[in-house]
């Protein structure tokens, strides 16, 4: 298996087990890889958009879709897990890519009411609610934070 | 994207902001997003889609034009 693939798994496995996202540095103990090594494959995931660092710090993690480095208003609870994800999308992200059951526990974008949602095997149990995508899918890369 | 509780919270948090109202997406057409787009993360094979499987994904829940097309160039910067 190609270091990149090995960085990808170890980070997934870390946040999906402890619902926080490791470091460079977390990560070339665990596989255990050298330092450098690990660095550049964060470099080249994040090409791949699949990791974005923590601005200011390669070495951390901001988010490893859909998981989140950072507290945000997106709360996903998972057994006994507790996890942030991005946006509304990578909250049902989680449970999707973890298969497993979960409360998502989010606000809602205009009042700040809270909002719960249940997820099951099935998907969602309904509630009403709605979801706006606020930009077009070409520009979701120009501030990837902002979307 | 954010979660609201009705159209109308939604219209009333674009009017406060001066921003377009964009498509609304059912709770029901995020959960197939979300599992086309994470179900398999955590595996060996897993990737981001790419361009073109992004647009299938969209038009499998119904998600149809330029603002679900990640090509469209209408909506690219242009500096």
Redesign the interface.
């Known amino acids: 298996?190609d270091i990149d693939?090995q960085v990808?798994?170890q980070i997934?496995?870390m946040v999906?087990r402890t619902g926080a996202v490791p470091s460079t540095l977390d990560v070339a103990r665990t596989i255990p890889a050298p330092l450098d090594d690990v660095a550049a494959a964060f470099r080249r995931l994040q090409e791949?958009?699949?990791l974005v660092p923590e601005p200011g710090d390669a070495s951390r993690i901001r988010m490893a879709?859909?998981f989140s480095g950072v507290p945000t208003q997106f709360r996903v609870r998972v057994g006994e897990r507790r996890f942030y994800a991005n946006?509304?999308?990578?909250a049902?992200?989680?449970?999707?890519?973890?298969?497993a059951a979960a409360l998502v526990e989010?606000?809602?974008?205009?009042?700040g009411?809270p909002?719960t949602?249940e997820?099951t095997a099935a998907?969602?149990v309904?509630?009403?609610?709605?979801?706006?995508?606020?930009?077009?899918?070409?520009?979701?890369w120009?501030d990837i934070v902002h979307? | 994207m954010l979660l609201f509780r009705s159209e109308e919270n939604v219209t009333q948090w674009c009017r406060a902001r001066g921003l377009p109202m964009r498509p609304l997406v059912s709770l029901a057409q995020l959960w197939q997003l979300a599992v086309a787009w994470y179900g398999n993360r955590l595996t060996v094979e897993s990737r981001r889609p790419q361009p073109d499987e992004m647009a299938s994904i969209f038009a499998s829940v119904g998600l149809t034009g330029a603002f679900w097309d990640p090509n469209a160039d209408g909506w690219r910067r242009t500096t």
């Open positions: 298996m693939t990808k798994l997934y496995d999906a791949k958009r699949l879709p859909p946006c509304v999308w990578d049902l992200g989680i449970p999707a890519a973890l298969h989010a606000v809602d974008g205009h009042t009411e909002i949602l997820i998907g969602p309904p509630v009403p609610c709605v979801i706006h995508f606020a930009v077009p899918a070409a520009r979701w120009d979307t």
